[in-house]
């Protein structure tokens, strides 16, 4: 079971119920954080899908786009949430990564390893890459 994720999900949603008690915030007020992210979500997915296909299901992305982008002025009261969000998970993704670079600087010291070849049929997996016959 992944206990890591499991404590991150209940500490967040623990911080956001604190959070509402600390402000009053009813279900009505509640309801629209989740709501507004699952909009921004669907609304940048459907623009990646406008953007990498091709034909008749980029059009139809096109539609999900128009009409996920017709429900964003029932959520702009809230739109800061997701740009929140989204700049704590940059953040965090930023400061994962410099960490993980950070220790492979110092693994980068010794010698590196060979590369090894692997072997399909009687080609080498660069030639079959290359697209050159054996």
């Known amino acids: 079971m992944p206990t890591g994720g499991v ?3 209940a500490l967040v949603g623990g911080a956001g119920l604190l959070l509402a008690w600390l402000f009053g915030w009813g279900t009505q007020q509640i309801v629209f954080i989740p709501s507004t992210l699952v909009i921004v979500v669907y609304l940048l997915g459907t623009a990646a899908a ?5 034909g008749g299901p980029r059009i139809i992305a096109a539609i999900g786009a128009g009409l996920t982008a017709s429900a964003l002025p029932f959520a702009l009261a809230h739109i800061l949430v997701p740009i929140i969000v989204g700049a704590l998970a940059l953040i965090s993704g930023l400061t994962i990564r410099r960490h993980r670079t950070k220790g492979m600087h110092t693994a980068s010291t010794s010698k590196p390893r060979p590369t090894s070849r692997i072997q399909v049929g009687h080609a080498s997996a ?3 890459e290359d697209g050159r016959r054996p």
């Open 50 to 54: 406008v953007k990498l296909l091709h």
């Open 126 to 128: 660069d030639s079959v």
């Open 7 to 9: 404590a991150a999900v």
